[in-house]
C-alpha cells in the first residue's frame, strides 16, 4: 500500500486511511517497504519512544519529494527537529526558555493590531480578494517575522522561498536555490542583531552566548518556515470550513478557544509524516518494527481515530479536542503551539467580525486544495462580501 492522498471531501482524511489504522505496511516511493501509523495511541508511542529516531539521514520519504539533496543542510548544527537527544535536548532547552506562555501572551495585543491592520488593508482594496494572499500568508508572516526580529521588507522574499522548499513538486534544484535565498536572509538578520539587539527571538538567543552564528541562522530557518507555513494554511483552511457551513459561526463566537482547538483536530493540516525510523526492532501493535525501518505518521488518521474521539469526521465545537495530536507528540511537540492558538484564535474571530456577510467569491468545487505541498490548505481562496 503507497500513502493515500486523494480526497473526496477537501477537510476529511484522505481517502482509505483509516482502513490503514491502526498500524500498515507501507511502500515508499524509493523502493523502502516500512510503515504507516494511523492510531492515536500508536501515533503518540512513535512520536515519543526514544527507540524511534529522527535523525534525517535515516528517514524514507513517504511521497516523491524534491528535497533529497538538501539533506546535508538539514543535518547542520541548529537543525534539531531532525535531532534525537542528547544533541536535540540542549536545543529544545534554550528555546522553551523563549516560547513560555508569559511570553506568547504579552505577544497578544501586538498580534491583534497586526490582524486588524490586515483586514483594513483587505477592506480597503475591497471586493473581492484571496483570503490567502490578502490575510492568512501575510498574517502568518508579520507576526513570525515580529517574534523572530526579522523586517517585514523582507516577507516577500521569505514567503516565495519557504514555498518552494515546502512544496512536495519542487525539484532539487529549486529547493537548494530556495533554501540558500531563506539562509541569506537570516543570516543577514543574525549580523544585525550583533550590533543592534532588540525585544525579539533572535536577540535573546544571541544573549544566552550558546549558540554559533550558524547554530542560531538554522535554528531560526526552521522556525520560520515551520511557523510560516502551518498557521497561515490554517487559518485559511479553516476560513474556509466555516463559509461553507456558516450555522459554526455563532458557536465560533462563543468559545473561540474551544473552537480552535477542534479546527486543529479536524483539519489536522500537516498531512504528511513526520517519519520515524526504528533503531531496533520494535514490536508494536503485535507487529515487528525491525531495525531501520521508516513509520511515517498519520497525525489526520490519528485526530480522525473513533477509539479517541466520538463521531471524528463532524466538526464539533461542543467537543472537548484535549488530546488531539496537530502539534505532534513526545519530546518533539511544536514549540510554538501557544501562539499559534492565540493566532488562530484573533484572526478567526476578527475576520468573521469585521465581515459578517463574508462568503465565498466562486463556487467550493473551484477552490483548488494544496495535495501538492507537505502542509495542507488552499491554493487561493476567493471571497467577497
Not at 183 to 197: D, I, K, N, Q, S
Not at 200 to 213: F, I, N, Q, R
Not at 290 to 318: C, I, K, W, Y
Request: hydrophobic share 45%.
Amino acid at each position: 500500500m503507497t500513502l493515500p492522498t486523494a480526497r473526496s471531501d477537501p477537510f476529511g482524511p484522505p481517502d482509505g486511511l483509516a482502513a490503514l489504522r491502526p498500524l500498515s505496511r507501507l511502500a515508499y516511493p524509493d523502493g523502502h517497504l516500512g510503515w504507516l501509523a494511523g492510531g492515536h495511541a500508536v501515533v503518540r508511542v512513535v512520536l515519543s519512544d526514544p527507540r524511534f529516531s529522527s535523525r534525517t539521514e535515516l528517514k524514507h520519504p513517504p511521497v516523491p519529494m524534491g528535497q533529497g539533496e538538501l539533506g546535508a543542510d538539514l543535518v547542520r548544527p541548529g537543525m534539531f527537529v531532525h535531532m534525537d537527544p542528547p544533541g536535540h535536548t540542549r536545543y529544545r532547552g534554550l528555546l522553551t526558555g523563549q516560547f513560555t506562555l508569559r511570553r506568547m501572551r504579552r505577544l497578544e495585543p501586538r498580534i491583534q493590531q497586526l490582524v486588524e491592520a490586515q483586514l483594513d488593508a483587505m477592506k480597503r482594496e475591497g471586493p473581492p480578494a484571496d483570503l490567502v494572499t490578502a490575510f492568512a500568508l501575510p498574517l502568518s508572516s508579520l507576526v513570525i517575522c515580529e517574534l523572530l526580529g526579522v523586517p517585514y521588507a523582507d516577507r516577500e522574499r521569505f514567503q516565495q522561498a519557504s514555498a518552494v522548499v515546502m512544496g512536495n513538486g519542487s525539484t532539487g534544484e529549486e529547493v537548494m536555490r530556495a533554501y540558500a535565498s531563506l539562509y541569506a536572509c537570516v543570516g543577514e538578520l543574525v549580523a544585525a542583531r550583533h550590533t543592534e539587539p532588540a525585544d525579539d527571538l533572535v536577540s535573546g538567543l544571541l544573549a544566552t552566548d550558546e549558540l554559533t552564528d550558524e547554530e542560531l541562522i538554522n535554528v531560526s530557518l526552521l522556525l520560520l518556515i515551520a511557523g510560516h507555513e502551518t498557521t497561515a494554511n490554517m487559518v485559511a483552511l479553516g476560513a474556509y470550513r466555516l463559509l461553507v457551513d456558516p450555522g459554526q459561526m455563532t458557536k465560533l463566537h462563543g468559545d473561540p478557544a474551544a473552537a480552535v482547538e477542534e479546527l486543529l483536530r479536524y483539519l489536522s493540516v500537516v498531512h504528511i509524516g513526520p517519519v520515524r525510523v526504528a533503531l531496533e526492532d520494535i514490536e508494536l501493535e503485535g507487529e515487528i518494527i525491525r531495525a531501520g525501518e521508516s513509520v511515517a505518521v498519520s497525525l489526520p488518521a490519528a485526530n480522525h481515530d473513533p477509539g479517541r474521539f466520538e463521531n471524528p469526521d463532524r466538526l464539533h465545537f461542543g467537543r472537548h479536542a484535549s488530546g488531539h495530536l496537530a502539534f505532534g507528540h513526545g519530546v518533539h511537540q511544536c514549540l510554538g503551539q501557544q501562539l499559534a492558538r492565540i493566532e488562530l484564535r484573533l484572526a478567526y474571530t476578527a475576520l468573521f467580525r469585521r465581515f459578517p456577510g463574508l462568503r465565498l467569491a466562486v463556487p467550493p468545487q473551484e477552490v483548488m486544495m494544496r495535495t501538492d505541498m507537505l502542509v495542507y490548505g488552499v491554493h487561493r481562496l476567493p471571497v467577497a462580501w
